[in-house]
């Protein structure tokens, strides 16, 4: 299924069994309330993967936000799978009814296994049973007649686990994107004080635009997940997405960027989770492998200036500056500011070339170690003096935003991928 998980043999699904019973059994002894014992229902000699490890996360959140904070949880993830053990001071009957309405109403529901053991021991039954993986009748006369066999289970399971992940990180993807627009102040950019430089955007423009691009995020990960040299069916992709954004947008630029930056980290990603390729080289290889166009843009206005090639050059890096700012926000709670001036003073961004030439470039980065090298308390009132210079000289550092956006993004889903391998 999966690059990092390790298949397991039948004897220590047996021992972890026998392991879990003794768990449930010293719990009802020590609580003497009912006991919630979560584990995933996955065919196959793989029962553990960061695509495993999300959905059980997903699992642990939705038990949490029905039923509250248990007296006592415990958490284990092994090569046999993904274990959690809460106790509640509920009844075992209202415990149960809530576990029945997460495996049925939840997309990743079908790979839950939520078993209820009352306070004297007894374990709760379903009174409806379960739907086959498969073909979604009922799941006892296929699991008898082996009506599918195991590799037809494990590919819907795996199917499930993808179609999951997916969604989830378009949400994040399309999150990170709001985050970074509701970020206020930013100098030049639109937020929630003003529109910075741009006249013709404005942030409710930018809450659609991130909408727009949700069903693109989990295609570009799904492409990565599916086939290691996507780039083509990418940029087809991609295409596609700027068409529905400017559809949007009346025809305005407001996520081009990002679309170009975040389908390559989200194919990356998917890519990762299959096969372990690092994400920031893999994001590399698949922007040099990508049909330059020869159509007039901004970008290549600039490069043709000033010889500086902005997102692409980032991209074919492995995303250099990206990864600063992820490290940033990770080391510094969060201070979206500080990183993003960070990203100001150091890189050429062309969105700044384009609108100020090397004189504008220069004079933004400039300002942004001005603000910098100033106590933390005093950075948010003088960037709100650097957003009005900006102003006055048309400046905008849209490619920062993205770099930003992207790092907030990564800061999301840095639990599903190695830092160590990943970023040296």
């Known amino acids: 299924m999966n690059f990092n998980a390790g298949s397991i043999t039948l004897q220590q699904v047996l021992d972890a069994r026998d392991h879990r019973h003794e768990i449930q059994q010293l719990l009802l002894s020590e609580f003497r309330r009912p006991v919630l014992s979560f584990t995933m229902n996955i065919a196959g000699e793989v029962k553990n993967s960061p695509l495993i490890k999300l959905a059980f996360d997903h699992g642990i959140q939705s038990i949490t936000d029905l039923l509250g904070t248990p007296h006592k949880m415990e958490i284990l993830r092994k090569p046999t799978g993904c274990e959690a053990f809460l106790v509640y001071g509920k009844s075992a009957e209202k415990i149960k009814q809530t576990c029945i309405n997460i495996e049925s109403k939840s997309p990743i529901g079908r790979l839950f296994d939520m078993d209820v053991i009352d306070a004297d021991g007894q374990k709760l039954s379903r009174q409806e049973p379960r739907t086959c993986i498969v073909c979604g009748g009922p799941v006892a006369p296929c699991s008898r007649s082996r009506a599918h066999g195991l590799d037809a289970v494990k590919a819907r399971t795996n199917q499930l686990l993808l179609q999951f992940a997916a969604k989830q990180f378009e949400g994040l993807a399309a999150e990170a994107l709001v985050e970074e627009v509701r970020f206020t102040p930013k100098p030049g950019?639109?937020?929630l004080r003003n529109q910075g430089s741009h006249k013709d955007m404005d942030f409710a423009m930018f809450e659609r635009s991130a909408d727009s691009l949700r069903s693109y995020f989990s295609e570009a990960f799904l492409l990565g997940a599916e086939e290691k040299d996507c780039m083509k069916k990418l940029q087809k992709a991609g295409i596609a997405a700027e068409s529905r954004m400017l559809e949007t947008t009346g025809g305005v630029n407001t996520h081009k960027g990002a679309i170009y930056a975040f389908g390559l980290i989200l194919a990356a990603l998917g890519n990762y989770l299959m096969r372990g390729d690092d994400i920031f080289q893999h994001a590399s290889r698949l922007a040099r492998a990508?049909?330059?166009?020869?159509?007039?843009?901004?970008g290549r206005e600039v490069f043709e200036k000033f010889g500086i090639r902005g997102a692409r050059e980032e991209a074919e890096a492995g995303f250099p500056s990206a990864k600063k700012a992820y490290l940033l926000l990770k080391h510094s709670g969060g201070d979206m500011l500080s990183?993003?001036?960070q990203l100001i003073s150091e890189c050429p961004d062309t969105n700044l070339l384009y609108r100020g030439g090397l004189e504008g470039l220069v004079y933004a980065q400039n300002w942004a170690k001005f603000v910098?090298?100033?106590?933390?308390?005093?950075r948010p009132s003088l960037t709100k003096r650097m957003d009005q210079a900006f102003i006055r000289k048309n400046l905008s550092p849209g490619g920062c935003a993205d770099l930003l956006a992207l790092a907030l993004f990564l800061r999301k889903v840095d639990s599903l991928w190695n830092e160590n391998d990943c970023i040296q």
């Open 189 to 191: 950019l639109v937020d």
């Open 290 to 298: 990508a049909e330059v166009s020869d159509s007039k843009t901004h």
């Open 339 to 341: 990183t993003l001036l």
């Open 372 to 378: 910098l090298n100033r106590p933390a308390f005093s």
